[in-house]
């Protein structure tokens, strides 16, 4: 045999000694059970502690696990399947659970304490470390947001239906008069990362590319569960679309400039405070799903806040910084893509929301609308209250059926 023929056989028969090999490794590892351990990490304004008796999710896909806290904060979970879960918590405090843990005599009507970590792999037995964040209750809230849009019976995309719910969580009637709704900057190319703001800003303002003020000219009162409709188009959007709603009652409507949608006369128009496009007027609600909104009150002339363009650049589009101190409310929109949702391109940061919410469909036109659940309790008058743990993943469902001024389905 010559040499080339034994070379050849040398390293056929150590390939088939490599899968002799391979076929008796052994695979059981990546799927045993294991135990982990999540441990919370109170907010940082606690001065006592209250660790036993909170429940901790693990959510992965359809499964959704929970465990109980002991007394040291620890969270024992037993015989899980190693993969990559979705961890949180919730919890609501009372005025005086707020004052003797906190040490703090300020006035609240209560608190929620949450925290969220997203997409952390379980692969072994380990100790988990939970960070939470204090949240004081709002009285009132982003209740719903309809931004994917729809097609029409005829199966043509439309876009002027989109809207904004408010809803007013509280025992009292409420003035909204003055409030500003801010849209999240929603670049394809992410134009500040949460590390970027962080770097740049220490985690003291958010990005936006519009920003809209219910006028302040007089007051506006909405009755406690009470709702503030605002609109792109106070029109019947029902008329040959099956998919929309009538909004002929709304309350607002951010007026469209050029024309291009039907825009209603005996609706109060919103104010345009900033956008960063000078040709749209009205609400740039993005069908896609990268649709993030903040909701906030300030004393202060907002027309004169600073703007900025991307991250390291001085030139292109310029959005306005909101200081996260005047921001009252905050929902985390994702676009849910054939991927999943991906929770690196956040933009708003834990203490704001600390996840997210989306819509089923991959580019919209569907119709669907998210909004918030509604919780257990109910308010001394028996109005709704709905779910506000300032985590969106935990407060919002996504609905094709519900309409405007409706929270049960």
């Given at each position: 045999?010559?040499k080339?023929?034994?070379?050849?056989?040398l390293?056929?028969?150590?390939?088939?000694?490599?899968?002799?090999?391979?076929?008796?490794?052994?695979?059981?590892?990546?799927?045993?059970?294991?135990?982990?351990?999540?441990?919370?990490?109170?907010?940082?304004?606690?001065?006592?502690s209250?660790?036993?008796?909170?429940?901790?999710?693990?959510?992965?896909?359809?499964?959704?696990?929970?465990?109980?806290?002991?007394?040291?904060?620890?969270?024992?979970?037993?015989?899980?399947?190693?993969?990559?879960?979705?961890?949180?918590?919730?919890?609501?405090?009372?005025?005086?659970?707020?004052?003797?843990?906190?040490?703090?005599?300020?006035?609240?009507?209560?608190c929620t304490?949450s925290?969220?970590?997203?997409?952390?792999?379980?692969?072994?037995?380990?100790?988990?470390?939970?960070?939470?964040?204090?949240?004081?209750?709002?009285?009132?809230?982003?209740?719903?947001?309809?931004?994917?849009?729809?097609?029409?019976n005829?199966?043509?995309?439309?876009?002027?239906?989109?809207?904004?719910?408010?809803?007013?969580?509280?025992?009292?009637?409420?003035?909204?008069?003055?409030?500003?709704?801010?849209?999240?900057?929603?670049?394809?190319?992410?134009?500040?990362?949460?590390?970027?703001?962080?770097?740049r800003?220490?985690?003291?303002v958010?990005?936006?590319?519009?920003?809209?003020?219910?006028?302040?000219?007089?007051?506006?009162m909405?009755?406690?569960?009470?709702?503030?409709?605002?609109?792109?188009?106070?029109?019947?959007?029902?008329?040959?679309?099956?998919?929309?709603?009538?909004l002929?009652?709304?309350?607002?409507?951010?007026?469209?400039?050029?024309?291009?949608?039907?825009?209603?006369?005996?609706?109060?128009?919103m104010?345009?405070?900033?956008?960063m496009?000078?040709?749209?007027?009205?609400?740039?609600?993005?069908?896609?799903?990268?649709?993030?909104?903040?909701?906030?009150?300030?004393?202060?002339?907002?027309?004169?806040?600073?703007?900025?363009?991307?991250?390291?650049?001085?030139?292109?589009?310029?959005?306005?910084?909101?200081p996260?101190?005047?921001?009252?409310?905050?929902?985390?929109v994702?676009?849910?893509?054939?991927?999943?949702?991906?929770?690196?391109?956040?933009?708003?940061?834990?203490?704001?929301?600390?996840?997210?919410?989306?819509?089923?469909?991959?580019?919209?036109?569907?119709?669907?609308?998210?909004?918030?659940?509604t919780?257990?309790?109910?308010?001394?008058?028996?109005?709704?209250?709905?779910?506000?743990?300032?985590?969106?993943?935990?407060?919002?469902?996504?609905?094709?059926?519900?309409?405007?001024?409706?929270?049960?389905?």
């Amino acid at each position: 045999m010559t040499k080339e023929g034994v070379g050849a056989r040398l390293v056929l028969y150590t390939l088939l000694i490599n899968m002799v090999l391979a076929s008796c490794v052994n695979y059981d590892d990546a799927t045993t059970a294991t135990t982990a351990k999540v441990q919370l990490k109170m907010p940082a304004e606690f001065t006592g502690s209250d660790f036993e008796g909170h429940v901790i999710t693990l959510l992965q896909g359809n499964t959704r696990l929970t465990a109980t806290t002991d007394a040291q904060g620890i969270a024992t979970f037993s015989g899980i399947i190693p993969d990559v879960y979705d961890i949180s918590c919730s919890w609501d405090l009372t005025a005086d659970d707020y004052h003797r843990l906190t040490g703090d005599n300020q006035v609240v009507s209560g608190c929620t304490v949450s925290g969220s970590l997203n997409s952390h792999l379980i692969r072994q037995e380990q100790t988990i470390e939970l960070k939470t964040n204090l949240a004081i209750n709002r009285d009132i809230i982003i209740g719903k947001i309809f931004f994917a849009g729809s097609k029409d019976n005829n199966n043509r995309t439309y876009m002027p239906g989109k809207y904004i719910e408010l809803y007013n969580q509280s025992n009292q009637s409420i003035d909204a008069s003055g409030l500003y709704i801010g849209l999240v900057e929603a670049e394809s190319n992410q134009a500040y990362t949460l590390q970027n703001l962080h770097d740049r800003y220490a985690d003291s303002v958010v990005l936006v590319k519009q920003v809209f003020r219910i006028p302040a000219t007089e007051p506006f009162m909405v009755s406690p569960g009470g709702t503030v409709l605002i609109v792109n188009s106070a029109a019947d959007h029902t008329v040959g679309n099956d998919m929309e709603s009538d909004l002929t009652g709304a309350d607002f409507e951010a007026k469209d400039a050029s024309g291009r949608t039907q825009n209603n006369p005996a609706v109060p128009a919103m104010e345009l405070i900033y956008t960063m496009y000078p040709s749209i007027s009205n609400m740039n609600l993005v069908q896609n799903g990268l649709c993030s909104i903040v909701l906030f009150r300030t004393d202060d002339d907002v027309a004169q806040w600073p703007t900025t363009y991307a991250y390291g650049k001085t030139t292109g589009n310029q959005w306005m910084l909101v200081p996260t101190r005047t921001i009252i409310d905050a929902v985390e929109v994702l676009p849910n893509k054939a991927t999943g949702i991906d929770v690196s391109i956040k933009r708003l940061y834990p203490t704001l929301d600390a996840g997210y919410t989306n819509i089923e469909g991959k580019s919209g036109w569907t119709g669907e609308v998210v909004y918030r659940r509604t919780s257990d309790k109910r308010a001394d008058d028996g109005h709704l209250i709905l779910v506000d743990t300032n985590n969106s993943s935990n407060d919002f469902h996504v609905s094709t059926t519900i309409k405007p001024r409706q929270y049960d389905e």
